[in-house]
C-alpha cells in the first residue's frame, strides 16, 4: 500500500475511534442523551457568532437539518437562541450551562483518549505531531484552547 492510501486508512480508522471513545466517556459523565453530532455543533457554537446557518455550513448539512439539530439541543436545555444584533430575521445560538458543563466533559474525554498516544509516542514526538496537524488542517482548529 502506498504512504497516501495508508495515511488515508489510518486516519478516518483513527477519527472514528476517537470520536466513539469520546462519545462513550461524555456518555459516561452524565450526557446520555448526546450523540457525537451534538459535540461537532457545540464545537462550533462555542466559537461564538454561530447562527443555525453557519451550523450548517460548519456541520455540512443543509440549513434545514441544522435546525433540527438546533431545536433538539435547545429542547434538551443544552442551547438557547438568542435576538441577533445585525439581523432580526436571525437567531445567535449560545450554550447553556449544560452545554458549557457538555463541553468540558468532551474537553476531558479528549484528553483521556488522546493521553495513550502521548505516552506511545513521547512528549516531544506528541507536541510535533499535533503541531504537523494543525499546519495541514484546512480550517485550523475547532475550536480555541481555553
Request: no cysteine.
Given at each position: 500500500?502506498?504512504?497516501?492510501?495508508?495515511?488515508?486508512?489510518?486516519v478516518?480508522?483513527?477519527?472514528?475511534?476517537?470520536?466513539?471513545?469520546?462519545?462513550?466517556?461524555?456518555?459516561?459523565?452524565?450526557?446520555?442523551?448526546?450523540?457525537?453530532?451534538?459535540?461537532?455543533?457545540?464545537?462550533?457554537?462555542?466559537?461564538?457568532?454561530?447562527?443555525?446557518?453557519?451550523?450548517?455550513?460548519?456541520?455540512?448539512?443543509?440549513?434545514?437539518?441544522?435546525?433540527?439539530?438546533?431545536?433538539?439541543?435547545?429542547?434538551?436545555?443544552?442551547?438557547?437562541?438568542?435576538?441577533?444584533?445585525?439581523?432580526?430575521r436571525?437567531?445567535?445560538?449560545?450554550?447553556?450551562?449544560?452545554?458549557?458543563?457538555?463541553?468540558?466533559?468532551?474537553?476531558?474525554?479528549?484528553?483521556?483518549?488522546?493521553?495513550?498516544?502521548?505516552?506511545?509516542?513521547?512528549?516531544a514526538?506528541?507536541?510535533?505531531?499535533?503541531?504537523?496537524?494543525?499546519?495541514?488542517?484546512?480550517?485550523?482548529?475547532?475550536?480555541?484552547?481555553?
Open positions: 500500500m502506498d504512504d497516501a492510501l495508508a495515511l488515508s486508512a489510518l478516518l480508522g483513527l477519527s472514528g475511534h476517537l470520536v466513539q471513545d469520546m462519545h462513550a466517556r461524555v456518555s459516561a459523565q452524565g450526557f446520555a442523551d448526546l450523540r457525537p453530532a451534538h459535540g461537532f455543533a457545540f464545537a462550533r457554537i462555542s466559537l461564538g457568532d454561530a447562527t443555525t446557518a453557519s451550523l450548517g455550513e460548519h456541520l455540512g448539512v443543509t440549513k434545514q437539518a441544522a435546525a433540527q439539530l438546533v431545536k433538539e439541543l435547545v429542547d434538551k436545555g443544552y442551547v438557547v437562541r438568542l435576538p441577533h444584533p445585525h439581523d432580526a436571525a437567531r445567535l445560538l449560545g450554550l447553556t450551562e449544560a452545554g458549557r458543563a457538555a463541553t468540558r466533559a468532551a474537553d476531558e474525554a479528549a484528553r483521556a483518549a488522546v493521553a495513550p498516544w502521548r505516552t506511545a509516542l513521547g512528549e514526538r506528541f507536541g510535533e505531531l499535533v503541531a504537523d496537524l494543525a499546519r495541514i488542517t484546512p480550517q485550523g482548529p475547532m475550536r480555541p484552547t481555553w
